[in-house]
């Protein structure tokens, strides 16, 4: 419930900044969601300290994601997250990039009611679901038995959602912890 309640806040507000846009029916289909394991695995974090999620997108990543704006950081309890905007020609293309560790909330524990797709993103099993609003897609990496990573992309063209979830995920997916 509480990660239904988040996705609807969340769009909630975009909705607010960008205004409506059109929306295509249909169900997106994912690409290929399995993504290749990193070069080496020494590069993993090695503790939940390093679990910032502002720092796992920098350089030339921000730029190759089309990124332009600030992180956002957030603390609430019990998860640490980041998000950044992704500013495209039109407000129907444009993006939110949200990232969440959540310390104390496995895979088992994610909320909704939408169908999910088991995937792997390099060393990490994880899921790959849309949202309960249907305004996105969420790629979620187990970190430990009891934690897990989610990449959110809010809005922009349907049909990109969970490609571009699983792209940010294979890009961070080295420095997780």
């Not at 921000?62 to 956002?72: A, M, N, V, Y």
């Not at 993006?95 to 939408?114: A, E, F």
């Amino acid at each position: 419930m509480r990660r239904s309640f988040r996705f609807t806040m969340v769009t909630g507000a975009l909705l607010i900044v960008t205004g409506c846009t059109a929306r295509q029916a249909g169900t997106p289909v994912p690409g290929n969601v399995v993504a290749t394991p990193p070069a080496s695995p020494s590069t993993h974090a090695t503790s939940t300290s390093a679990a910032k999620p502002c720092d796992w997108l920098s350089g030339k990543t921000l730029t190759d994601l089309g990124i332009t704006s600030s992180p956002r950081p957030k603390e609430t309890k019990g998860a640490t997250s980041c998000s950044w905007r992704v500013e495209k020609a039109t407000a129907a293309d444009s993006y939110t990039i949200d990232i969440t560790y959540y310390q104390k909330n496995s895979l088992d524990d994610m909320v909704g009611d939408q169908p999910r797709t088991p995937v792997r993103v390099g060393t990490h099993n994880g899921v790959q679901t849309l949202d309960d609003t249907n305004s996105g897609c969420v790629v979620a990496m187990g970190t430990s038995a009891t934690s897990r990573v989610d990449v959110y992309i809010i809005d922009g063209p349907q049909a990109d959602w969970c490609k571009t979830a699983t792209t940010v995920a294979t890009l961070i997916e080295p420095r997780l912890p």
